[in-house]
């Protein structure tokens, strides 16, 4: 691989923001660069996050569902065994095809891949230090760049008294790669993050204990989702602790013992893993930009952009988790397509009111747009359709009745403001609301277009119709 | 007062249904449409929601298979002045939406001006001709999203009814002006001969003013006290001083300026007639703004003239005058509308008799003046004819007592009856 003189993009930050960005940059023409700390691309979403998760979730569910569903549907297995190594081989196995396959799309589509630790030295400059072991060309790299694409991304957060060991007290790092299922799991924190890998674990024979400081689960989730995901959880035998803090953690004995502070009462708890979930912070020490007076948001220590996603300092671009808004893997690539257009002069644009997210428990949880309450106190006019799955033939069938669709709807207009579902294959359903969000649909419309049957879609059509009914 | 809780009908072949969860504590203070309970039954799992804010006392545990219709809890229903205090939420929001152009204001403000717009919601708001800088932005870092922008569009009817008639729909006792207008237009709606009625929706501005009353009326403990007022002194008087006042002021001397004075001095005597019911609390002012209901072709106006015990006859002439002129050159502004403490309202213009005049909310008195007519009445003994006016003073009973609020009417009608003792303070 030969150095250019100059690069039209350089991005900083492999993840799916990153890529995303980058792959959009050369499709309008532009000499790309794209530089990731860790030996293998694709970020925390790929190596750390969304994809082993949901690779464990499955194969957890498909263990529970071997050990305590079949039954019902007449299949009688005997001996059902848990070999962990063998479902975490088949979740690196899962992450490392990803990671080529990236890799692979990277390398065809013609841009540079360098390996090392970046410092954004000028607003036209990014000097790179390689890894060691990389082998061919220079240790210290000087790249310089028309544009700069911050996309390095965030990292979990510790609580103070709770610094991450590795060993006891964990991030969601290690609760990816635990070698061994933990009798008692404590997981502070019960956002999709506590409560996804609390699922995992629980179905792997872990007890699992929640605690959360808020009075409400599944954070930015429409309360009424959030609340029949609790109570779903809660009768799976998750310990769920509501308005509860941390006081005090040790590690002693091999375990950690924690004491907690609920309203009127505390208790010691003691848990072989503390998993601390309490969200994420955006990473970007070392980056060299407060030097160069790239601005943040003094809140939130995220940087501050303008609508074509660029910092305070012209040249330099920044999106996803170290921006503002929700922290997802899908709100990162939309935003770094976009910044791409934006410096090709295009009209590069993200839809915020339909970013959807995702809680892959089970049942999954899922919502886009408006939530009730946040229609509530924006004081939107607005009326609610629902509708039960246990009202849908095919969620008979599965024998997954838990759950409904539920839509948040203008009023006056009838336009669709919010789509949200708890229940078998949500997170599959939520396209169709998200679409429906994009298009400007109305409540009307979606209880008029045929939804095939028997199927879990029904629900939405259903819940459509519901609206006026109300 | 109680209120029963009970198991909602959740199907016709529904009998019994299990109470899941509690989603509220014992003794907790619910708001009303607040999920209260979850119940499953093996259809469905409902969650169901207060029909009424008050003090939650469970009657059925959690776990218990209940029938239909069982009353599993009761909400005690507190006092109406209570609940704006305890209620966090509700109180929050009621503010809100009151404030709704203002707070909106406010987070415009906090977004990078010009900056911050997504490429879509600068198109659709350039196509729909929208002015971004009214519109509220929710977009991560205060981004203005094209939902925004939508969401502007939707609610500008509403928005637009607000802004033109903030305070009219108070201006209840004078409603026959918009009636009026309202039957003008239903009659020439009925051209056609077929039809015996017509079905219209209601105009924002009317949907907004029939909330406002309605909620002034459930919300308060109204009640109205009558009197009568011999005008024939202030007649007299108005004749004498027609010309000169005139002359010196360059405004002519009306009834209203009367009125309004002797209202001061009736709430100095009465303040709780000049105070708003606060939560808990009694807010009594120390000055005296007060509102004047004025009919116009636009509709109903209550504009405040502020401080009013702090001018004399000509000076509240002359607001009077100003705000006439401001309406009809549509000049109002939302200033002239806000902050007033007490209303007086003319339906004697449109020959009123006598009417009971719906509150001002948040205010707690409003004076209804009415028509002036030759009457027999006993004066010394003797039947004379006097012009007369029926007065009637509507006000909250939640914190004005009866005896406050004939004796702040007696005050006003005797400094109309004998203009002097206003010049005297007595």
Known sequence: MSQKNTYDVVVIGSGPGGYAAALRAV???????????????????????CIPSKAL????????????????????????????????????????????????????????????????????????????????????????????????????????????????????????AL????????????GYVGLELGSVWQRLGSDVTVIEMLPQAAGSADGQVARTLMRLLKAQGMDIRLKTTVTQAAVKKNQVEVSVKAKDKSDTLSFDRLLVSVGRRPRLEGLGLEALGVETAPDTGRIVVDAAYRTSVESIYAIGDIIAGPMLAHKASAEGAAAAECMAGLPGDV???????????????????????????????????????????RARCLGETDGFVKLIVHETSDRILGVHMIGPSASEMIAEGVAALEAGMTATQIARMVHSHPTFSEAVQ???????KN | MAHDVKVPSVGESVTEALLVQWLKNDGDTVQADEPLFVIETDKVTLEVTADTAGTLNIKVQEGETVAIGTVVAVIEKEETSERGKKSGPEKKETPEKEKGPKAEEKSQDAATPGGNISPSALRLAEEKQ??????????????????????????????????????????????????????????????????????????????????????????????????????????????????????????????????IKACIEGLKQCPQVNAFVDGNDIVYHHYYHVGVAIGSGKGLVVPVIRHADHLDFAGIEKAIVTFVD??????????????????????????????TPILNSPQSGILGMHKIEKRPVVVDDAVVIRPMMYVALSYDHRIVDGREAVTCLKQIKACVENPERMLLEV
């Open chain 1, 27 to 49: 499709q309008l023409g532009f000499d790309t660069a794209l530089v990731e700390k860790e030996k293998t691309l694709g970020g925390v979403c790929l190596n750390a996050g």
């Open chain 1, 57 to 176: 979730l499955d194969s957890s569910e498909r263990y529970h569902q071997a050990r305590h569903k079949m039954a019902a549907h007449g299949i009688e297995i005997k001996d059902v065994r848990l070999d962990l190594e063998a479902m975490m081989s088949r979740k690196s196995k899962v992450v490392e095809e990803l990671s080529k396959n990236l890799r692979q799309l990277l390398e065809n589509s013609k841009i540079e891949i360098i390996h090392g630790t970046a410092r954004v030295e000028a607003p036209d400059r990014v000097h790179v230090t390689r890894a060691g072991s990389t082998g061919a060309g220079d240790r210290e790299l000087i790249l310089p760049a028309r544009y700069i694409l911050v996309a390095t991304g965030s990292e979990p957060n510790s609580l103070p008294d709770l610094d991450f060991d590795g060993k006891h007290i964990i991030s969601s790092t290690e609760a990816l």
């Open chain 1, 179 to 190: 070698d061994a299922v933990p009798k008692r799991l404590g997981i502070v924190g019960a």
């Open chain 1, 351 to 393: 839809n915020y009111d339909t970013i959807p997210s995702v809680i892959y428990t089970s049942p999954q949880a899922a919502g886009a747009g408006m939530t009730q309450e946040a229609a509530k106190s924006r004081g939107v006019p607005f009326l609610t359709g629902i509708y039960p799955f246990s009202g849908t033939g």
């Open chain 1, 462 to 468: 259903e819940a459509a119709a519901a609206v006026r």
């Open chain 2, 130 to 259: 929208v002015d971004l800088s009214d519109v509220t932005p929710s977009g991560p870092g205060g981004r203005i999203t094209k939902g925004d922008v939508l969401l502007f569009l939707e609610s500008s009817e509403d928005r637009a009814a607000e802004s033109d008639t903030s305070e009219p729909d108070k201006a209840e006792p004078d409603t026959p002006a918009s009636d009026k207008a309202e039957t003008d237009k239903a009659e020439t709606d009925k051209t056609d001969p077929e039809e015996r009625v017509t079905r219209k929706p209601m105009t924002p501005i009317r949907r907004k003013i029939a909330a406002h009353l309605l909620k002034a009326r459930q919300n308060t403990a109204m009640l109205t006290t009558f009197n009568e007022i011999d005008m024939s002194r202030v007649m007299a008087l108005r004749q004498a001083y027609k010309e000169p006042f005139r002359e010196k002021h360059q405004v002519s001397l009306g009834f209203m300026s009367f009125f």
């Open chain 2, 326 to 355: 401001k309406i009809e050159n549509n000049r109002l502004e939302l200033a002239d509308l806000e902050g007033g403490t007490f209303t007086v309202s003319n339906g004697g213009i449109y020959g009123s008799l006598l009417s």
